[in-house]
C-alpha cells in the first residue's frame, strides 16, 4: 500500500483529502506544517507528498525546496496542492521541487489521476529526483521532457 504525507494546516483540509486517499487505497500521514513534514519525510519516507504552500513556522515552498536537495528524501516526488493560483506561484512551486501543482479546491478524480500519475512516473526508472545544486542527477524521457500526462 503507498504511503502519502497530507500537509495541510487546516484539519478539515487533513480529513478531506485523507478520506479520498484512503478511499483509493492509500495509506495516509499528515503534518500541519513543513518542518513536520520535512522530520516526518526523513523518518517515514513516504511515497508522495501533498503539499500545502501557506503554513505557520515553514510554508510549502520552503518545505519542498528543502526536500527536493536532501538526498535523504529527493527522491519522493512532491505534488503542491494551494489555494494560490497565480502562474508564478505554479512556476515557483515547480522550481523548489514539486513535479506538479494542483490548485484547491480539487476534484476527487483530479487529486486521485494525479497522485497515481506521478507516482507511477515517479518509479519510472527514467526519472531520478534533483536537487538545485545538481547533487542528484534529473533524467527524463525524450518522449515526455516535462510533467506527467494526467488522464481523468
Known amino acids: 500500500m503507498k504511503r502519502v504525507l497530507v500537509v495541510d494546516d487546516s484539519k478539515t483540509q487533513q480529513f478531506y483529502l485523507g478520506q479520498i486517499l484512503q478511499a483509493s487505497g492509500f495509506q495516509v500521514l499528515t ?3 513543513g518542518e513536520t513534514a ?5 523518518e517515514e519516507h513516504p511515497d508522495l507528498i501533498l503539499m ?3 503554513m505557520p513556522r515553514m510554508n510549502g515552498f520552503q518545505a519542498t525546496r528543502c526536500l527536493s536537495r536532501d538526498p535523504r528524501t529527493a527522491d519522493i516526488p512532491v505534488i503542491i496542492l494551494s489555494g494560490k ?3 508564478c506561484d505554479r512556476v515557483w512551486g515547480l522550481r ?3 513535479r506538479y501543482y494542483l490548485v484547491k479546491p480539487v476534484e476527487k478524480r483530479e487529486l486521485v489521476a494525479c497522485v497515481e500519475s506521478v507516482l507511477k512516473y515517479a ?4 526519472w531520478r529526483s534533483y536537487s538545485m545544486d545538481g ?3 534529473r533524467e527524463r524521457t525524450a518522449v515526455n521532457p516535462g510533467w506527467p500526462r494526467i488522464r481523468i
Open 31 to 33: 503534518a500541519m506544517d
Open 38 to 42: 520535512i522530520e516526518l519525510a526523513r
Open 52 to 54: 500545502d504552500v501557506v
Open 85 to 87: 493560483d497565480m502562474a
Open 96 to 98: 523548489q521541487g514539486a
Open 123 to 126: 518509479a519510472d526508472e527514467t
Open 135 to 137: 547533487a542528484v542527477s
